[in-house]
């Protein structure tokens, strides 16, 4: 399992659990929750978008931030659900419908918990990859430039470091276009940059312009 879904099932684990004690805790305001869920989520996505990239272990550091980022949304989600599975089991123990006002009152507070849910997660499997694309290294020779069937038909670059045959699945369309088998690959460690018979191309896909790209 990759290690970028690794860290999302944790941060939903251990967000969803303190929002859930949270959200059980009847001295607290649904309006308190809704302010502690924006404040996390906007705090969150601009630490997200400014923090640089310094390998896989610098985004430990967005991992903490994701998970308390989490607390809020998962507080309002459960704390709205239980109230709305309460008006339903009344409304049904008094045979009759719900009336569409509670519907409209909780369905939009729902949506947005998840829409929070999505911001959240998405970004960070998002840093967590693109760390790890940057992590990758080699000093070979390109032996094949092809596309990823099995993973919408993305660019993929075959090549040989060392004794390994290397799969590069994530490069940039410039670096897949310029790719030759035969051509002398080098890619250090950290730098989204590599070199096709000593001209330098970008081979890590930027993904969002405002994150701080390393040289």
């Known amino acids: 399992m990759p290690v970028s ?25 649904t309006w308190a929750l809704a302010t502690i869920a924006v404040a996390g989520v906007a705090g969150y996505y601009v630490a997200a978008m400014g923090l640089p990239f310094s390998g896989p272990l610098s985004e430990l550091a967005v991992v903490l931030l994701a998970a308390l980022a989490m607390i809020g949304p998962a507080a ?28 409209l009152l909780i369905a939009p507070v729902m949506v947005l918990a998840l829409f929070a849910f999505a911001t959240v ?7 967590i990859n ?3 694309w940057l992590r990758w290294s080699c000093d070979g020779t390109v032996v094949e430039r092809t596309r990823d069937k099995g993973n919408h038909n993305l660019p993929l670059v075959m090549a040989k470091c060392g004794d390994q045959l290397e799969r590069f699945e994530v490069v940039s369309d410039g670096f897949w276009d310029a790719a030759q088998p035969g051509q002398r690959l080098v890619k250090i460690a ?24 390393p040289d």
């Not at 997660?121 to 840093?127: C, K």
């Not at 940059?193 to 000593?198: D, K, P, R, V």
């Not at 001209?199 to 790209?213: F, S």
């Open 5 to 29: 879904i690794l860290f999302v099932f944790l941060v939903f684990g251990v967000g969803g659990s303190l929002g859930m004690a949270l959200a059980q805790r009847t001295s607290v305001p």
């Open 76 to 103: 309002w989600f459960f704390r709205n659900g239980k109230t709305l599975t309460e008006k339903q089991r009344a409304a049904k123990e008094e045979k009759r419908a719900l009336p569409q006002r509670d519907l």
């Open 121 to 127: 997660l998405g970004t960070l499997t998002s840093r």
């Open 130 to 132: 693109y760390a790890l």
């Open 190 to 213: 950290g730098s989204p940059y590599a070199t096709l018979e000593g001209a330098k191309v970008r081979m890590v896909p930027l993904q969002v312009r405002w994150w701080n790209d």
